[in-house]
């Protein structure tokens, strides 16, 4: 079993709708959860950490449960330049970040 | 300008040729750190520096090695390059302990023939 899972997508919408991700992971002593994305051929870049008590930026929601070891990342109003590839990422101990596959998303006009 | 610039960005080489692929932060991070990605299979971790002249193997270090002499760079270096380390390339760094956001070079495009 991968250590972070996520469906590949991709997730095809049109503009204004709402599309949510899920990431699961599978080491219960995870400490800290990030959503990272990636457009095409280029770095990664921070999208927003992740908190217990769940956390809002604009548009994009992100919760977590532990019980369940998932991570969620929610768009509202989606637009056509929210398309990209988003990472869930998972830190073990001090220095291990651990990067899932990400899950593409393409929003339509 | 907070900065991970990475060199070169394009490369094209052939098997067996040591190259070196440079890595540079203005930060004064303690964390660096290595990753290759590959279609279907993510970023997987090379290797990781948690400070200068304190380096560790990561996921992947088969076939790489890396140096930590200053604090701003961490160079990757492949002593004999073999076609399956044809990869896009990042660095990273960070200020260090799992909390802390990584911030990531542009990426270089390896191809080894």
């Known amino acids: 079993r991968k250590e972070v899972e996520q469906d590949p997508g991709p997730f095809n919408v049109p503009e204004g709708a709402t599309v949510a991700f899920n990431c699961t992971y599978s080491n219960s002593a995870s400490q800290s959860f990030f959503w990272y994305r990636q457009d095409c051929r280029k770095e990664p870049k921070l999208l927003m950490s992740?908190?217990?008590s769940g956390n809002e930026d604009g548009r994009f929601t992100a919760q977590l449960n532990r019980a369940s070891q998932y991570i969620s990342l929610l768009i509202r109003d989606s637009k056509l330049s929210d398309s990209a590839t988003y990472l869930c990422?998972?830190?073990?101990?001090?220095?291990?970040?651990?990067f899932g596959t990400g899950t593409r998303l393409k929003v339509l006009a | 300008e907070a900065q991970v610039t990475q060199n070169p960005r394009y490369l094209i080489t052939v098997t067996g040729k040591k190259l070196t692929v440079t890595c540079s932060q203005n930060m004064n991070h303690e964390y660096m750190s290595w990753y290759r990605q590959d279609p279907g299979l993510g970023l997987r971790q090379i290797y990781y520096?948690?400070?200068?002249?304190?380096?560790d193997k990561g996921d992947v270090p088969e076939g790489y090695k890396v140096s930590r002499k200053e604090k701003r760079n961490f160079p990757l270096i492949l002593e004999s390059p073999s076609p399956n380390q044809t990869s896009l390339y990042f660095c990273?760094?960070?200020?260090?302990?799992?909390?802390?956001?990584?911030?990531f070079g542009e990426g270089s495009w390896l191809t080894v023939v």
């Open positions: 990422v998972v830190t073990l101990g001090t220095y291990k970040y651990i």
């Open positions: 520096s948690m400070n200068v002249e304190v380096t």
């Open positions: 990273a760094s960070s200020r260090g302990g799992s909390g802390n956001t990584i911030y």
């Open positions: 992740v908190y217990s």
